[in-house]
């Protein structure tokens, strides 16, 4: 008789996951900043690739490529960023306005225009934006969607590094960057203008990051503020935007990049910031304060209204007010939530507010992922939002007519007009329409612009800045609209195919290497769902704090749009540091969906994924 205990089984080994080739990198508009030459996989073997879905018109996207210019730069001699730009709006299929979007953001390396989006179905992408990274085997080592997630990629990118050194698979050296040749003018993609009191212009000139004061012709270069290099100093912008006339004669602009706002006295030359700090603002963080001590996210425009400066804080889809008296910032509409909600201001939603208009009683403001033009009226509660034009963000093209059924493009701007009504320049449909409030008709004044962004009243005359062309165009207001023929369009990705009755939504989210979710005060995740149209979901509207939801959906109602927003705090997971630094990952999805009978009952979406069969 043996009475030794058995031994014990041994532990399964772990399972190693699959490794996933990735997909070759195609697209019929072809490769920008290659120096004419197509890329594959194949020509960026030996290199850790990450790969970057976005589109120029999304503010998010935008966050993310001045996050990563940090990890270009540091891993230049071993890190490629190749820009897979997936468009949204019609006008973003465009080859010549993807050219153009890469030289305006100043994009330093290789980007595939993918006007079809072929390459964002091969890698099953869901949202703007997205980042795959690829080791430089050519395996999908990691996925990202939204912004916030630099960090992470740059220490897997070390962790590569170190892997593909030892084993020999590391190719050092320079990447297939080739920077196309400048261009001479006097404005490089201007973003908005002010009539000065003494008859000049002022126009941010904003890929040169600078002021530009112009002769009253509207084309003479009288002098430049700034010192024409991206930075946040006395003397430098980064792309700013916005340009206010305030009551004692200085001018705030909004310094985008920058995340502030800053103070331009024309006496003087002299400039100062007034509000921001310099960092981006996340979820979590304070949302009044002292104004230099309250982050801001991409100021857009700003406008003097009511004894305040409003500002359309694009990066959050939120109006912000700065208070020069008391020296403070709040947040004035918005919710942070991207669509369009009307109603009380504290409850309305906003999308990308990329221009602002002060007229009597009314704020009118550009909203521009919407495609909607909206204003902001004072009600004995407080304020409210409105909507005069947009149905929301799916729906956009170009129809004049009754307000109810009148469509836009991505409107990056807003002007008042002496007899009410208001001129917005459409900049996706390359036009000036106008919208009259008496009537409720929206119709078209000019056409053949490129990319209005702002436009200035200058008497009789309205003067519009073509960002495009790079150039102000004076125009007479007509006294007729020009007729333009109906379009109407929608998003073009694919709508994806979910069963009726119930549909688990689960956000994956994976902690970084290193890290760990953030669990000291509280909840470290939040999730918050809702639909177009509000019938489409029968249960599981709402917020939470777990990142999955149990949702019952409508059968009656076939197609619509699940809004899914998702943010989750991680920090470093070292013991003995007492306070280690934190990172917020966020994204906003907004999934079109058609309800058959086979459709899927579960619906994932990648809020950060480490390995890439999670």
Same mark, same amino acid.
């Given at each position: 008789?043996?009475?030794a ?21 195609i ?12 890329? @594959? ?16 018109c999304?503010?998010? &996207? ?16 071993t890190v ?11 006008h ?6 993807? $050219?153009?979007? $890469?030289e ?30 690829i ?66 212009f002022? $126009? ?15 084309e ?13 100093t ?14 004692d ?11 502030a ?39 857009? =425009? ?20 700065? /208070?020069?008296?008391?020296g403070?910032v ?11 909600? /009307?109603?009380?201001a ?20 550009a909203d ?5 033009l909206?204003?902001?009226h ?7 939002v ?15 007519g ?16 002496? =007899? ?6 459409? @900049? ?19 056409? =053949? ?9 200058v ?41 009726a009755g ?22 470290? @995740? ?8 509000p ?5 599981g ?15 009656? $109602?076939?197609?619509?749009v ?8 991680? &920090? ?12 917020v ?11 058959t009978g ?17």
């Amino acid at each position: 008789m043996n009475d030794a205990a058995p031994a014990p089984t041994p532990a399964p080994a772990p399972r190693r996951r699959a490794r996933v080739r990735a997909p070759e990198l195609i697209g019929k508009g072809g490769w920008l900043n290659t120096g004419g030459k197509e890329l @594959t996989l194949a020509d960026l073997r030996g290199k850790c690739v990450v790969v970057d879905f976005w589109t120029f018109c999304c503010i998010n &996207c935008l966050h993310v490529l001045d996050e990563l210019r940090e990890l270009e730069e540091k891993h230049r001699d071993t890190v490629v960023i190749v820009g897979v730009h997936s468009p949204k709006f019609v006008h973003e299929a465009e080859h010549a306005a993807v $050219v153009d979007a $890469v030289e305006r953001y100043e994009v330093h390396h290789p980007v595939l225009d993918d006007p079809e989006l072929a390459t964002w179905k091969q890698y099953a992408v869901r949202a703007w934006p997205t980042l795959v990274v690829i080791d430089p085997e050519g395996y999908i080592v990691a996925q990202h969607a939204g912004e916030g997630h630099a960090h992470a990629i740059a220490r897997l990118v070390e962790e590569l590094e170190a892997e593909h050194e030892a084993k020999g698979t590391l190719r050092r050296g320079d990447g297939p960057y080739v920077a196309p040749e400048p261009v001479a003018t006097d404005l490089r993609f201007p973003g908005k203008a002010l009539a000065l009191p003494g008859g000049t212009f002022l $126009v941010s000139d904003s890929t040169r990051h600078q002021l530009v004061e112009l002769a009253a012709d509207g084309e003479s270069v009288v002098r430049r503020i700034g010192s024409g290099e991206r930075g946040f100093t006395a003397h430098s912008f980064s792309e700013p935007q916005g340009l206010a006339l305030l009551p004692d004669g200085s001018v705030v602009v909004a310094d985008t990049v920058n995340h502030a706002l800053r103070r331009f006295d024309p006496a003087t030359g002299a400039v100062e910031t007034v509000a921001g700090t310099g960092r981006q603002w996340w979820q979590g963080s304070p949302t009044s304060g002292p104004a230099l001590e309250v982050d801001l996210s991409s100021p857009w =425009d700003v406008a003097w209204w009511q004894g305040r400066v409003w500002i359309a804080m694009a990066g959050v889809h939120q109006l912000w007010t700065w /208070d020069p008296e008391s020296g403070t910032v709040e947040v004035a509409a918005g919710t942070t939530n991207e669509g369009l909600l /009307d109603g009380p201001a504290a409850e309305a939603w906003f999308a990308q507010p990329s221009g602002l208009a002060a007229a009597g009683d009314r704020l009118w403001v550009a909203d521009s992922e919407t495609s909607a033009l909206r204003y902001v009226h004072a009600t004995e509660e407080g304020y409210a939002v409105t909507s005069a034009v947009g149905t929301g963000l799916f729906d956009f093209g170009h129809r004049d007519g009754d307000a109810g059924q009148a469509l836009l493009q991505h409107p990056l701007g807003v002007t008042a007009l002496p =007899d009410g009504s208001v001129a917005v320049c459409d @900049t996706y449909n390359h036009a000036l329409r106008r919208y009259d409030p008496a009537t409720g008709q929206v119709s078209t004044l000019a056409t =053949d612009l490129r990319e209005p962004s702002d436009a200035v009243l200058v008497g009789e005359d309205i003067v519009v800045v073509e960002s495009a062309r790079h150039r102000l165009t004076r125009l007479r207001l007509p006294e007729e609209a020009v007729r333009v023929d109906s379009v109407a369009h929608r998003t073009q990705r694919a709508a994806t195919e979910v069963a009726a009755g119930s549909l688990r939504l689960d956000v994956v989210f994976q902690a970084p290497a290193g890290q760990k979710l953030d669990t000291r005060y509280g909840p470290s @995740t939040r999730l918050l769902v809702s639909s177009t149209p509000p019938e489409l979901l029968v249960a599981g509207e709402g917020a939470g704090t777990d990142l999955f939801r149990d949702l019952e959906l409508n059968p009656e $109602v076939t197609e619509g749009v699940l809004h899914v927003s998702a943010m989750a705090a991680s &920090c470093d997971d070292d013991p003995a540091n007492e306070y280690p630094a934190c990172h917020v990952h966020q994204q906003d999805w907004g999934v079109p969906v058609t309800v058959t009978g086979d459709g899927a009952s579960r619906l994932p979406l990648v809020l950060a994924g480490m390995d890439a069969g999670a």
